[in-house]
């Protein structure tokens, strides 16, 4: 698994509160790169939030962890499974309704909410209070944001899935993004607006200081569900863990 030593974009939120204005602009750009290939290969990626947004050491971003991904998304069929980060997390999914892409881009406006007013757009002392504000809160929106920025996030916050920008019109044609070159960001050929501090290919400098704390362990095995498994999965496999040869000889 390659090492991206820039950090996620939570770590650097944290570190700013928010981002000026076009730094926010080129993430969110080469995040709309990202998922409109995921969703062109009929993948609907479902955890989209500043946590998942990482960054190399050259400053370009690179969407991380597909564990709750959809898989096989093509034409009318869609996706019911109630799951997501709870603040990102669609109405239509709170819902109980079928859905598909349309998920992905509320959760991009959640984030490009972040990236540029430095909080959430919904609020709640526990879960169930932050769904209800995800449900009917309309978001604030300080005076001080573009009007194209506003605008923007009022079309990706859209709570009807089939009028959300992203679902449909051409979000890379929106005002939001008229000084982004689509063709030479598409090819990396645009400067990062930001270089994370590397320096080394194993720097890990840029990373929450919590999280390099803890320790290193194997997860629990379980003899009979390994047994239970079939490891012709496995097979021509060069390297086994010593651990795991151990646990198979017991």
């Keep these: 698994m390659e090492f991206l030593s820039g950090g996620d974009l939570m770590y650097h939120i944290q570190d700013k509160g928010r981002f000026e204005l076009y730094r926010a602009m080129f993430y969110a750009a080469e995040i709309i790169c990202g998922l409109q290939f995921l969703h062109s290969k009929g993948v609907i ?97 300080p005076r001080w944001i573009t009007k194209e920025s506003k605008d923007i996030l009022e079309k990706l916050l859209e709570r009807d899935p089939t009028k959300r920008l992203g679902v449909t019109g051409n979000i890379k044609i929106h005002p939001f993004f008229k000084t982004i070159n689509w063709t030479l960001l598409e090819k990396r050929l645009v400067e990062p607006p930001f270089r994370p501090k590397v320096k080394s290919s194993g720097d890990y400098s840029n990373f929450d200081q919590e999280f390099l704390n803890e320790k290193a362990r194997l997860s629990y095995s379980d003899k009979n569900l390994i047994d239970s498994m079939d490891q012709r999965a496995f097979a021509g496999f060069s390297f086994v863990n010593p651990n795991f040869e151990r646990l198979l000889e017991k």
């Design 45 to 141: 990626y479902r955890d989209l939030k500043l946590d998942n947004v990482m960054l190399d050491r050259t400053g370009h971003i690179k969407i991380a962890d597909f564990g709750m991904c959809k898989e096989n998304i093509f034409g009318e069929k869609q996706a019911s499974t109630f799951c997501g980060t709870p603040d990102y997390i669609a109405p239509e999914i709170l819902q109980g309704l079928k859905y598909s892409f349309s998920v992905d881009w509320w959760s991009f406006g959640v984030l490009l909410y972040e990236m540029l007013i430095g909080q959430s757009p919904f609020h709640g002392d526990d879960e169930d209070e932050l769904f209800e504000s995800i449900r009917v809160d309309t978001p604030h929106y």
